[in-house]
């Protein structure tokens, strides 16, 4: 039986996910197995940041899931089109998020840092 | 999940207050704490980036305001948000929460506590979309896309049109048939204040003096039904009459008191209909000869006259010959799906020695001619239309570089 797994990108700000999709400097792929446990883990230094090469990107790695912050419109539905999974809007540590996701509970506009309001 | 710090207790009094000051402003404020998170938003700010200040209170700025300031900020050592230089003025964007990207301008102010050190932070946040937009149609205005030119003749009408724009002052646009009159009458509506109102161009071509009034003022109902005119049907936006010599004396002193009155009278009605009306005129003729030869009132002349623009013709216009001739030729080879390169030096020599009476739309109608039927990489003087080669023929064109011999052409 094929087990397949997933990949996951998520563009990073230091420790957190990147608020903005298409000012990241580096990234975080990860390999997941479909029971969903974390086979591989690779950070990526992108040479600068840029929307349209983080999409050549996702696209080259066959990624099936990016977990970013605030991306454009016209990104976002680029990448669902390629049939990428984009989960946007997110804001908290790139090992919450991953967290939240393997546990089949991330959305897009989670808020993960405590604060005022309810956020996730 | 660590919790996130509150503001220091003794500012809580002073925020409240702060809160209720900045609430009302029409520029988006956010307060920030020492590590950068946001305290509150006002209303401003929430409608600019689609968070509320309840769901936002705690959460590091970047999150929220994704502003690519504070990203640069943290890049540089600092914290997040922090930046090493003040933040005043300071032109950058943010991706709200409906994924669109929003210029803004963005000052950010320290507020010292005890001890000198910041304890709380305003950023003030100038959205800068209307002005973008502004500026996108001055400059879709200014012919980039429609009034094609490089040379000088045409570069100064262009830069004149956004200004004439701006105000509501009629317009008589001069020029010979083909140099863009319409084009022109076109790109001052869409620069002006009215462009999203109507802009309805009327031909006043010869038609029954009836029929005239009633497209010029309209018709109230009565057997038949009621029919708005061009004022009306232009209300906020722009008339543009194109042939001010076709308009009959008859009506010119009813356009006298349209323009003086602002308002109509519909025919079969006595009642004066207010309209709200920029007016464009043109005319391939002279306005002063028409005036002299009393086929236009002086009164009205002065009235549309007061702004002016007058279109050169293309063999004033030098380097636009050619210019426009490589245009027009990419243009209509990606229309007809043609591989065309260019004109080969005999043809391109022909060209320039026509004198193009029709101006622009000859040259178009030319070079589309020449596209349709060249059927290898480069135009030909083969391929151009029967009467320029005619002309040549019969040495009415001063082709084969006879220099100096024009009608009144000059090259550059």
Known sequence: MNMRTKKILIPLFRDEVAPRFDLAGEVLIVTVAEDGAVEGRQGLVLPHASADDLCDLVLSRDIDTVICGGIEEEYYHYLRWKRVDVLDAVAGTAEAALTRFLAGRLKSGDMLFAGGGDHA | ?412
């Open chain 2, 1 to 412: 999940m660590p919790t996130a710090p509150s503001p220091p207790d003794a500012l809580a009094p002073d925020l409240g207050r702060l809160a209720d000051i900045l609430g009302g402003l029409p520029i988006g404020i956010a307060a920030l704490d020492r590590d950068h998170r946001i305290v509150f938003m006002n209303k401003a700010l929430e409608e600019l980036t689609g968070f509320t200040s309840r769901e936002s209170a705690g959460i590091p700025c970047q999150h929220v305001l994704r502003c690519g300031l504070h990203l640069l900020g943290a890049r540089q050592g600092g914290a997040a948000g922090s930046g090493t230089e003040p933040v005043k003025g300071r032109e950058t964007d943010i991706i709200d929460r409906h994924r669109r990207k929003l210029p803004v301008r963005v000052t950010r102010i320290e507020v010292p506590g005890e001890g000198g050190a910041a304890t709380l932070y305003l950023e003030a946040y100038e959205d800068l979309s209307p002005l973008r937009d502004m500026e996108r149609r001055l400059k879709d205005a200014a012919g980039a896309g429609e009034l094609i030119s490089r040379g000088e003749a045409m570069e100064r009408v262009k830069k004149v049109l956004p200004a004439i724009a701006q105000s509501d002052s009629p317009v008589l646009i001069t020029g010979e048939t083909g140099t863009g009159k319409d084009l022109s009458a076109q790109a001052i509506h869409k620069a002006s204040p009215r462009a999203r109102g109507p802009f309805v161009r009327v031909n006043l071509g010869p038609m029954p003096e009836h029929l005239l009034e009633i497209e010029l003022y309209g018709r109230v109902a009565e057997e038949g039904e009621a029919v708005p005119g061009c004022f009306q049907r232009a209300n906020g936006g722009t008339l543009y009459l194109s042939e001010l010599a076709d308009l009959p004396a008859a009506h010119q002193a009813g356009l006298v008191r349209v323009l003086d009155d602002q308002s109509i009278i519909p025919a079969g009605s006595d009642k004066g209909v207010r309209v709200n009306v920029r007016l464009i005129a043109a005319t391939h003729k002279d306005p002063e000869e028409l005036v002299r030869a009393g086929t236009l009132r002086e009164d009205l002349f002065h009235r549309l006259g007061a702004v002016r623009v007058h279109l050169p013709p293309l063999r004033e216009r030098g380097e636009d010959v050619e210019f426009l001739l490589t245009h027009f030729l990419a243009l209509f080879a990606s229309r007809f799906k043609k591989d065309i390169k260019g004109f080969s030096p005999r043809a391109m020599r022909i060209l320039h020695s026509h004198p193009f009476p029709g101006n622009v739309r000859e040259l178009k109608n030319i070079v589309e001619y020449a596209a349709m039927i060249c059927q290898k990489d480069m135009i030909l003087p083969a391929h151009l239309p029967g009467h320029i080669l005619a002309a040549l023929k019969s040495g009415e064109s001063p082709a084969a570089g006879r220099a100096g011999e024009t009608r009144g052409r000059k090259r550059s």
